[in-house]
C-alpha cells in the first residue's frame, strides 16, 4: 500500500486526495474490503479528519464512483477536444479513446466490476450510474447527429439515440476486451474495430478526414 506524505492543503485537494484514496483502497480489498482506516491512511490523514469531509464510507463510496465514471468520460472528452472541428475526427478521437489506455486500464476494471455489483442493490450508486450514462449517451448523440449533418441528413431523435446506444454498447465490449487481454492485440486493433463497425453503424460514413 502507497501512503501519501501528510502535508497541509486546502479543503478541494484534501477531498481530492481523500477520494483517490478510497479508489486505490477498492481496487485492492473491494468495496468490503475497504476501511475508512485504510484509506485514511493512504491519504496520510486521521479518521477523525476523514469525518470532516464525508459522513461516513457510503459518502466516500459514492463520491469515489461518481469521480471514477465522470474522470473516464472526462479523459474521452478532453481527446476529442484536442480534435479539429470536423465532426468525423471529433467523432473518431472519441471512441478512440474509450478502448484504449488510459481508459481501458485493468485498475479501472477491477474498480467498474466492485462498483458494478453494487449498483443494482444501492440506489445511490444506481443513481450516480444512470446519471453518468445519460451524460455519454447525450454525447454521443450530439457527436453522431454533427456527423450526419455533414452528409445533409438529419435523423429524427429516436433514430440518433438507437445509434448512440448501439455504439455504447459497442464501446463497453471493446473496454473490456483492451482490459481484460490486451496483451493479445496490437494497440491499434481494438480502436480500428471499434471505428469499422461505427462507420458501418452509420451508414458507411468515413471517420477519416477525407472521404
Do not use: C
Request: overall charge negative; aromatic content about 6%.
Amino acid at each position: 500500500m502507497t501512503r501519501r506524505t501528510f502535508q497541509r492543503a486546502g479543503e478541494a485537494e484534501r477531498r481530492k486526495d481523500l477520494i483517490a484514496a478510497t479508489l486505490d483502497s477498492v481496487s485492492e480489498h473491494g468495496l468490503e474490503g475497504a476501511t475508512v482506516r485504510d484509506i485514511a491512511a493512504r491519504a496520510g490523514v486521521t479518521g477523525g479528519l476523514v469525518r470532516h469531509y464525508f459522513s461516513g464510507k457510503d459518502e466516500m463510496i459514492q463520491a469515489a464512483y461518481r469521480e471514477m465514471l465522470a474522470g473516464m468520460t472526462g479523459t474521452a472528452i478532453d481527446a476529442m477536444r484536442g480534435a479539429d472541428a470536423d465532426p468525423r475526427r471529433r467523432l473518431r478521437e472519441f471512441i478512440v479513446a474509450n478502448v484504449s489506455p488510459p481508459i481501458a486500464d485493468p485498475k479501472a476494471l477491477s474498480l467498474w466490476a466492485a462498483f458494478i455489483g453494487r449498483v443494482r442493490s444501492n440506489e445511490d450508486l444506481a443513481r450516480i450510474h444512470r446519471e453518468n450514462y445519460l451524460v455519454f449517451i447525450g454525447i454521443l448523440e450530439d457527436l453522431i447527429r454533427a456527423v450526419l449533418s455533414t452528409r445533409q441528413q438529419k435523423p429524427p431523435f429516436a433514430e440518433v439515440r438507437h445509434l448512440a446506444v448501439a455504439i455504447n454498447g459497442l464501446i463497453d465490449g471493446l473496454w473490456l476486451e483492451n482490459s481484460l487481454a490486451s496483451d493479445l492485440f496490437d494497440e491499434r486493433r481494438l480502436p480500428q474495430i471499434a471505428l469499422d463497425a461505427v462507420e458501418a453503424m452509420l451508414g458507411g460514413v468515413s471517420l477519416e478526414d477525407d472521404d
